[in-house]
């Protein structure tokens, strides 16, 4: 933005109308681009007059180094040195915006384990998180487990039907796993014996109840399913300032309700349900009949919980498009209430396998679990047959960055509401679009600056190539990028800025030398290779990929 700005204050003391810059689609075409088009009614001229008028009015002053008319545009130049020395030795701090924003995600159901729909989910919280704390927003992650409810009663009833009482170990299963499957049993017995739904059903009222028998399986199933969970939070570096469990607050949530129910806000249904009237977007319930409380009944407490411990300026959900249409209900209850903070749905879109959509109560979901185990499998695979000598320490170390590198990076690349179809294998290739080709990019820097000095004071005017030139460029708008990244909740801006600098820095080293070039040169380049690891690492950070050394 600093060349911005300064090349639109040049441009000002000739321009008589407000304007804004473009960046060409080509480099050849400068670095910034004035349309004239705005100025021909002002000055009375074709915008193809205008342009060459003030190409041959306008003396530049750096950092513009030249202005060319081309037609209707006027084409901007920076002096190359200037922009390199600006790119390479400044580092960018962000300034604290003292915004303060609290995430929520993955927001798991405690009755099967985190499938690849709950991956996608805490990628993109993670990421986005981590990008608004590198704009400079205080950040706070949580994580809000959904431990109570018929479908968790579900998984309960079948275990005590069906179970035996048997463990975890005994089926030699994940403890989250061994949880999921009576699931998918209940399921597949429902269909034989439908009055096993009413029968869930009295165990939630039960559970509500304080019901003795009830509250020890559910304290049972729920240990295994959140002990599994961690197992998998900790393999992906997931981390949470604070875990809610709605067990600890739904009734004071149902409070929160009638409270507000006597206040008039809501009001009362013919099946004698506590509802919300929200105009075009219609009648919503907000707590049942027989009191027990629905998912909006947590969320509205929940959020004034959280307003009260953290008094965030914005809260954010991360959750699937599926709930799109019941975040517009869930926000305009907050309007109705006076929550004061603003909300965000991150919404996304699903993610489906080459064999089709995942349905939990089918037993087709893909645990997390098991894809990690699969990308590991996959990456450990690749990384053998580079490198046989390896120990196997080694292979497991560089199989699990490359094989979540892969994985994470896939995911994130796709803009939140894309919906996309995940390979495995594809994602693995270490060319194209993928996390081993950025990994790798990386390395290959490594590897060159392990054989090289170091550049204490190189003159970086040296740097005027195109290819060299498009990589300082690339490395420039790293700072932009990520607060766009932030504004928007999008992390895959980061990771398309990730993949852009990766293939810039791959063309300059197919067509430049560095270890023989002239001492000044090189020195000028181990820089700027040095800066693109720096910003490379930076970036995959930021998306939670780790960089390697070696792959």
Not at 342 to 359: A, Q
Not at 435 to 445: F, N, T
């Amino acid at each position: 933005m600093e060349f911005y700005d300064a090349v639109l204050s040049q441009l000002r003391e000739h321009v008589p109308v407000e304007v804004s810059l473009e960046v060409p689609p080509d480099s050849s075409l400068g670095d910034y681009a004035l349309a004239c088009f705005p100025l021909a009614k002002e000055l009375k001229k074709s915008p193809q007059q205008i342009a060459s008028d003030l190409a041959q009015t306008i003396t530049p002053k750096p950092p513009i180094a030249s202005i060319v008319a081309n037609g209707p545009y006027l084409n901007i130049f920076l002096d190359r040195a200037v922009v390199a020395q600006h790119a390479l030795t400044t580092s960018w701090t962000p300034p604290q915006t003292g915004k303060k924003i609290l995430f929520e995600y993955p927001s798991p159901n405690t009755n099967k384990p985190l499938h690849l729909g709950h991956l996608r989910n805490m990628l993109l919280g993670q990421a986005t998180s981590n990008i608004a704390s590198c704009a400079g927003h205080t950040v706070i992650r949580t994580n809000l487990n959904n431990d109570r409810g018929v479908h968790i009663c579900k998984s309960m009833l079948a275990y005590d039907l069906y179970g035996s009482q048997r463990s975890p170990g005994e089926l030699n299963l994940k403890p989250d796993h061994f949880v999921g499957h009576w699931y998918v049993q209940f399921a597949k017995q429902a269909e034989q014996y439908p009055e096993l739904e009413a029968q869930a059903q009295e165990l939630l009222r039960a559970w509500e109840a304080g019901d003795e028998r009830a509250r020890a399986l559910w304290q049972k199933m729920n240990a295994w399913a959140l002990e599994g969970f961690a197992q998998t939070y900790a393999r992906l570096h997931i981390t949470f300032d604070k875990e809610y469990f709605e067990s600890d607050f739904y009734a004071q949530a149902k409070e929160t309700v009638r409270t507000a129910h006597t206040s008039g806000v809501f009001s009362t249904d013919e099946k004698g349900n506590i509802v919300a009237e929200l105009g075009s977007l219609g009648t919503k319930v907000v707590l049942r009949a027989d009191g027990t409380a629905v998912y909006a009944t947590q969320d509205i407490g929940l959020a004034s919980l959280r307003q009260e411990e953290f008094s965030p300026d914005e809260q954010v959900y991360v959750v699937a498009e599926e709930q799109n249409y019941y975040f517009e209900q869930l926000f305009a209850i907050f309007d109705l209430l006076g929550f004061s903070h603003t909300r965000h749905h991150l919404s996304y879109g699903l993610i489906s396998l080459p064999s089709g959509r995942m349905k939990s109560r089918e037993g087709t979901v893909v645990d997390c679990d098991e894809l990690l185990d699969e990308m590991e499998s996959l990456a450990a695979r690749a990384v053998m047959e580079r490198h046989p000598e390896l120990s196997d320490e080694e292979i497991h170390k560089r199989a699990v960055a490359i094989g979540h590198g892969a994985l994470r990076f896939f995911i994130l690349k796709y803009e939140p509401k894309t919906a996309f179809v995940y390979n495995p294998k594809e994602s693995m290739s270490f060319e194209g679009e993928t996390g081993p080709y950025v990994q790798y990019a990386a390395a290959r820097i490594s590897s060159i600056l392990r054989d090289l000095p170091a550049a204490t004071q190189a003159d970086l005017s040296a740097l005027q190539t195109d290819e060299e030139y498009a990589l300082i460029t690339a490395l420039r708008n790293t700072p932009d990028v990520i607060v766009q990244a932030s504004q928007h909740y999008k992390p895959h801006l980061v990771a398309r800025h990730a993949m852009r600098i990766a293939q810039e820095f791959t063309t300059f080293y197919h067509e430049h030398h560095i270890k023989t070039a002239e001492p000044s040169l090189r020195d000028a380049r181990v820089v700027l290779i040095s800066k693109t690891r720096e910003h490379l690492s930076l970036l995959l950070g930021l998306l939670g990929i780790q960089t390697l050394d070696e792959m």
